[in-house]
């Protein structure tokens, strides 16, 4: 028990970080993962419901939190939550880690496509290119650890609501934004070709930038 108690408090200072761990066996709906000295329990809210997975599998997952369950105290891990994304950020761009850019929002629809607005601190460092990196090496391995399944777009972060509103539905270009701060709606005129693309299949696009 004081064993348990040591590790567990060891991961309570490690919330909101990731770590690699390990497919150890399926639990009903959750999956139990390894992540060193303790396991994780992925429960069907955390898991990315596109994703197939199976014993022994290596995957990157989120420490979201400690809860009481069943036999104690049990770390729970996630796939679906947004810090798995920022902390992956954090591992690919140095910039990131030190604070020179700044993830300033972030949307994901798990398994799919995430956006992420960034921001750079510090004058002369390009926020959207420190991200996707030299010919897109830094986002491909982020890419790479959902499995190519989640498309990521990066985009600039600006104060100014109307040109983020743009920046947001991009790949569309060629936007014309005007805001009614009243009703806070923001409406969008796309030329015929733009159109698709800023609401993107399902209106995924769209929504994402909403």
């Given amino acids: 028990e004081k064993e348990k108690e040591a590790i567990i408090t060891d991961y309570k200072v490690r919330i909101g970080t990731i770590v690699n761990g390990m497919v150890l066996r399926f639990a009903g709906p959750n999956i139990i993962i390894d992540i060193g000295k303790a396991e994780g329990v992925m429960s069907p809210l955390e898991q990315i419901a596109n994703e197939k997975y199976h014993l022994n599998q290596r995957l990157a997952v989120y420490l979201k939190e400690i809860h009481e369950g069943p036999k104690g105290?049990?770390?729970?891990?996630?796939?679906?939550?947004?810090?798995?994304?920022?902390?992956?950020?954090?591992?690919?761009?140095p910039e990131v880690a030190q604070?020179?850019?700044?993830?300033k929002a972030i949307e994901r629809e798990p398994g799919n496509r995430a956006k992420i607005a960034v921001y750079s601190t510090q004058p002369g460092i390009d926020p959207v290119g420190?991200?996707?990196g030299q010919k897109g090496v830094r986002v491909q391995a982020i890419i790479a650890e959902f499995n190519g399944?989640?498309?990521i777009d990066i985009i600039q972060w600006s104060e100014d609501k109307a040109r983020l509103i743009a920046q947001a539905l991009s790949p569309?270009?060629?936007?014309?934004?005007?805001?009614?701060?009243?009703?806070?709606?923001?409406?969008?005129?796309?030329?015929?070709?733009?159109?698709s693309l800023a609401i993107g299949?399902?209106?995924?696009?769209?929504?994402?930038?909403?």
């Fill in 99 to 103: 604070g020179s850019v700044e993830i």
């Fill in 130 to 132: 420190s991200c996707v």
């Fill in 73 to 93: 105290e049990e770390v729970l891990v996630s796939r679906a939550d947004n810090g798995l994304l920022v902390g992956l950020l954090k591992r690919e761009v």
């Fill in 149 to 151: 399944l989640e498309k």
């Fill in 172 to 195: 569309a270009k060629e936007l014309t934004v005007s805001l009614n701060e009243e009703t806070k709606e923001a409406k969008v005129i796309a030329p015929d070709h733009q159109l």
């Fill in 201 to 210: 299949r399902d209106g995924q696009n769209v929504r994402l930038a909403s």
